[in-house]
C-alpha cells in the first residue's frame, strides 16, 4: 500500500504554503523540509510522493535536486513565478499552479492508487487508449497481460498511431510505476551523439564534455527506458544496445568503470524490421533480442467506430489545457470517419487543435472542415445544423448556445413550446457554461452573468448544479 505521507520542499514560501494547504485538506500527511540537503537523512519508503514547489526554491537548493531521482515519486509544482522551473526528466508529474480540483485528483489518482477491483484501475490506465473498438480492447488486454513482467517489449506500428501512449501504461501498470519513465527518440539524435545520451559520458571524453554527465539508461534506472523510432537507430549503436540488453550493464563514454543497470526497455518503431533485417540496416540478433513480446498498434483508418470518443477526449484535453472548447457536429464527425487518415490519432488531434482556433467555443459543421475532407461529402452532410436545446439543457447535439442571437432569427416551432422551460433550460445552459468558462468559480462565473453571487449560489441550487466542479484555491 502506497504511503499517505507527503514530503513538500522548501518549507517557506508562498507557493508552499498553498500546497500544504491543499494537501492536507486533501487528506494527506504532510512533512516538510527547509532544505534538499536533509533529503540524505530521508527514508524514501517513509513518503509516497514528494512534492516540489519550484518557485519558491533557492538557486542553491535547484542543484541538489538530483538527489530525488533515486528515493521516491516526484510531483514538480510551477506557479509561473520569476525561478524557472528546474529540469527534472524523471518527474513523474508537473503541476502548473493555480490548478482545479479535477487535474490535481487526476494526479494524486494516478501516485495513490484506489485500493479495490481491477476494474476500476482499468479505467485510470486506459483514459488515454479511447475507444471500444475490438482493435483497441485487444491492446488493452495485452498491456495487461505484459505489463507486470519484465519481458522486453516492442510496439509497433504507423507514425501517429500512439506508441508512446502504449509505453507509458506498461509503465504505469507495473511495478515500476514509480520509478522514472524515460523516453528518447533513436531518430531524432545524430548518431554521434547518441552513445552518450544513452550511456552518458565523463568530463573530457570528447570536445565539449565540461562535465559529467548520466545516460538515460542510468535516469531510468529501476524504471522503464522507451527507445522510440528504434528502426533508425544506426549499426554501429545497435550492437552496443545488444550489449547493454544482454549483459545488463555498460560504460559510460570516455570510462572504463562497469555500471550495472535494471532497466526494463520498450522499442517501438514505424518500420517493418523484418523489411530492415532482409536490406542490412537492422541487425537480426537484435531484433530478436527486442522482440520478445510485441504489440501492434492499430491505425485510425481500422477503427474508424473510435473517433467520435477521440474527438470528445481531445476536446476535453483543449478545454481543460487551453480553455477553449470545439465540438463536431454528427455530418462532420460522419466524414472523419470516411477519411483514411495516413498521420493517424496525431493528425485527428492536430485537426481537432487547428478547428479550436478557427471556431472556438462553437460547433464545426461538416462545411467548415478543410478541402480534403469535404470530397467525402454528400448533399446532405452540407446542410445547415439547427440550434436547440436538448432536455437537461445542453446544447443537442453539442451545439452551442446562441447568446448574442438577433431576435428576428429566432423561430417559434410549429407545434409551439413550453416557454418556461425553455427558458430554465437556456439559463442552467449559461450558468453551466459560465462555470466552464471560470473553472468552476461561483464568484468569477456571477461576475460573467452580471449577478450576485448569492443569487448565482441559489440558482445552481434550484437546478440541482452544486455538484459542479469548483476551485480547491
Not at 522548501?10 to 523540509?33: C, H, I, K, M, N
Request: with cysteine; aromatic share 6%; proline share 5%.
Amino acid at each position: 500500500m502506497v504511503s499517505r505521507r507527503v514530503l513538500l520542499l522548501p518549507a517557506q514560501g508562498e507557493l508552499s504554503r498553498q500546497l500544504a494547504l491543499v494537501l492536507r485538506f486533501a487528506g494527506f500527511d504532510v512533512d516538510t523540509v527547509s532544505s534538499t540537503q536533509s533529503l540524505d537523512q530521508i527514508g524514501a519508503a517513509d513518503y509516497g510522493v514528494v512534492f516540489v514547489a519550484a518557485d519558491d526554491l533557492a538557486g542553491s537548493a535547484v542543484a541538489t535536486l538530483d538527489g530525488l531521482d533515486r528515493q521516491m515519486p516526484v510531483v514538480l509544482v510551477h506557479g509561473g513565478g520569476e525561478v524557472a522551473a528546474p529540469s527534472l526528466p524523471w518527474a513523474a508529474a508537473r503541476l502548473a499552479w493555480p490548478t482545479t480540483h479535477e487535474t490535481l485528483k487526476d494526479c494524486l489518482d494516478k501516485l495513490f492508487p484506489r485500493e479495490g477491483a481491477a476494474g476500476s484501475r482499468s479505467i485510470e490506465l486506459f483514459r488515454a487508449l479511447v475507444g471500444d473498438s475490438r482493435a483497441i480492447q485487444n491492446t488493452r488486454e495485452l498491456i495487461l497481460q505484459v505489463a507486470q513482467s519484465d519481458a522486453t517489449v516492442l510496439v509497433l506500428g504507423e507514425s501517429g498511431t500512439g506508441k508512446e501512449v502504449i509505453a507509458r501504461n506498461l509503465h504505469y501498470y507495473s511495478s515500476r510505476r514509480s520509478k522514472p519513465f524515460v523516453p528518447i527518440n533513436c531518430g531524432a539524435i545524430p548518431g554521434e551523439l547518441l552513445e552518450s545520451e544513452l550511456f552518458g559520458h565523463e568530463k573530457g571524453a570528447f570536445t565539449g564534455a565540461l562535465n559529467s554527465r548520466q545516460g538515460r539508461f542510468e535516469l531510468a534506472e529501476g524504471g522503464t527506458l522507451f527507445l522510440d523510432e528504434i528502426g533508425d537507430m544506426p549499426m554501429a549503436m545497435q550492437v552496443k544496445l545488444l550489449r547493454v540488453l544482454q549483459e545488463r550493464c555498460f560504460e559510460r563514454v570516455g570510462s572504463n568503470k562497469t555500471i550495472q543497470c535494471d532497466v526494463r526497455v520498450v522499442a517501438a518503431t514505424h518500420r517493418n524490421l523484418e523489411d530492415e533485417i532482409a536490406n542490412n540496416r537492422f541487425r537480426e540478433d537484435l531484433y530478436n533480442r527486442l522482440n520478445v513480446f510485441p504489440i501492434e498498434v492499430p491505425a485510425l483508418r481500422e477503427r474508424i467506430e473510435d473517433i467520435p470518443p477521440l474527438v470528445d477526449e481531445l476536446g476535453a484535453r483543449l478545454k481543460a489545457e487551453k480553455k477553449v472548447s470545439v465540438r463536431l457536429a454528427p455530418a462532420a464527425i460522419r466524414l472523419l470517419q470516411r477519411y483514411h487518415w495516413p498521420g493517424n490519432v496525431r493528425e485527428l488531434s492536430n485537426l481537432v487543435e487547428r478547428l479550436a482556433i478557427l471556431h472556438p467555443n462553437r460547433v464545426v459543421n461538416a462545411a467548415d472542415l478543410p478541402e480534403k475532407f469535404l470530397r467525402y461529402a454528400e448533399p446532405a452532410d452540407l446542410a445547415p445544423v439547427p440550434v436547440r436545446l436538448d432536455s437537461e439543457g445542453t446544447t443537442a447535439p453539442g451545439e452551442p448556445v446562441p447568446v448574442n442571437m438577433d431576435a428576428s432569427s429566432i423561430r417559434l416551432p410549429e407545434d409551439g413550446l413550453d416557454l418556461k422551460e425553455h427558458l430554465n433550460a437556456l439559463e442552467c445552459a449559461l450558468i453551466r457554461q459560465a462555470l466552464d468558462e471560470t473553472d468552476g468559480v461561483v464568484a468569477h462565473a456571477a461576475v460573467l452573468l452580471r449577478m450576485r453571487r448569492t443569487t448565482l449560489v441559489e440558482k445552481l441550487r434550484k437546478y440541482g448544479l452544486r455538484g459542479e466542479e469548483t476551485s480547491i484555491i
